[in-house]
């Protein structure tokens, strides 16, 4: 199996790794240019605003499931319809085009979201399998996620 042409962003969320594909436009911001969320009932962890519309984001876990915000310095913002969305993230890396060899797959069973399933493909280094969100599914579900 050959590189990939494609490049991806390495995300830490909830202290897992996951990579998403540069086919989706983002924005990376840090923690001191957003609006921290204090209703203790949201699933928002913070907002970014621009030009008068509030995009939220969410803090999650490893398994993806919204979680107390704890000590963060970022958030990435990926670009959707009909609203912008991000996820607070503990790290956050541009790799390098052409590091990574990922394996497409179609993943067995019922989607675990109305949107389909959130992983469509795997990056194996080592003894390390790092798994690549599926750019639509996850967009969905984080705005499947309420305010």
Known sequence: MAPSQHQYL??????????????????IEQRDALSENTA????????RTVR?????????????????AGDWHRAVFLEAR???VGII?????????????????TPLG???TRFGHL?????????DVTLVFEP????????SLGE
């Not at 390495?10 to 924005?27: A, D, E, K, N, Q």
């Not at 993230?89 to 797959?105: C, N, S, W, Y």
């Not at 992983?119 to 003894?127: L, P």
């Open 82 to 84: 009909p609203q912008n």
């Open 40 to 47: 203790s009932q949201s699933p928002v962890a913070a907002w």
């Open 136 to 143: 639509t599914a996850l967009i969905g579900y984080l705005q």
């Open 10 to 27: 390495r995300l830490v969320i909830g202290g897992s790794t996951f990579l998403l594909p540069s086919v989706m436009r983002y924005t």
């Open 52 to 68: 008068g519309t509030r995009w939220p984001a969410y803090s999650l876990g490893p398994d993806l499931a919204t979680r107390p």
């Open 119 to 127: 992983f469509d493909g795997a990056w194996v280094s080592g003894r």
């Open 89 to 105: 993230v503990d790290e956050v890396q541009l790799l390098p085009r052409g590091e990574t060899e990922i394996a497409k797959f």
């Open 110 to 112: 019922p989607a675990p």
